[in-house]
């Protein structure tokens, strides 16, 4: 479980990939001083388990499913990611609750400075806006955002200031792909009231 408050950009250093799969090694600052083989990670919002460490840098794998569900598949050596630890138990909660299990990808179709803001204008598939309302949640690329409004297959998040200096979404423009995942209370409630 994570937050969507990103710790820090990491880089990727290698990319090895096969026919079906990948592996990412990333330099990471901050979440490698207590990092643990084993341990879970939100790479642009995926969760993904660290396989290898070194003192600067970890290895995750990327499974087929990951790979066909995000768009982790368009990293290359040299590519800027949002990285979180999972949140432990006595931690501070400052985003809302994002799994780490995404559930699409969307383009940015518009990328509008407005006043201290950036807005972001997201196309995506009719089954993720479904789930997201006016001031509800959102985690794009494993950032906790505000959703300001919904379309059929649009979206628009605002970031301020320092969510565009700390996060790969301020390096993005207009074109750029970005994982989705919606706020899982909507799901639920979908769920049980069936």
């Known amino acids: 479980m994570f937050t969507g408050i990103i710790e820090e950009m990491g880089k990727i250093i290698e990319v090895r990939k096969t026919s079906t799969y990948f592996t990412l090694t990333l330099e990471a600052d901050q979440i490698i001083k207590d990092l643990q083989v084993g341990d ?16 600067s840098s970890f290895t995750v794998d990327i499974m087929p499913e990951t790979v066909n569900a995000t768009d982790l598949y368009q990293l290359s050596e040299g590519s800027f990611v949002n990285l979180e630890r999972s949140m432990p138990a006595n931690g501070r909660f400052g985003g809302h609750f994002v799994s780490g299990h995404v559930d699409g990808t969307g383009e940015i179709v518009e990328r509008k400075p407005e006043s201290n ?7 995506t598939s009719a089954e993720i806006t479904r789930y997201l309302v006016m001031k ?7 950032a906790s955002l505000t959703v300001f409004d919904v ?19 301020g390096r993005k423009e207009t074109g750029d792909k970005v994982n989705i995942e919606c706020d899982v209370v909507g799901k639920y409630i979908e769920k049980l009231m069936k």
């Open 40 to 55: 879970s990670v939100s790479v642009n919002g995926v969760c993904l388990t660290a396989a290898s460490l070194s003192p």
């Open 136 to 142: 509800g949640s959102v985690a794009v690329d494993g």
């Open 117 to 123: 803001a950036v807005y972001y204008r997201i196309r």
């Open 151 to 169: 379309t059929e297959d649009t979206f628009t998040i605002s970031l301020i200031p320092h969510t565009l200096e700390v996060t790969v979404l």
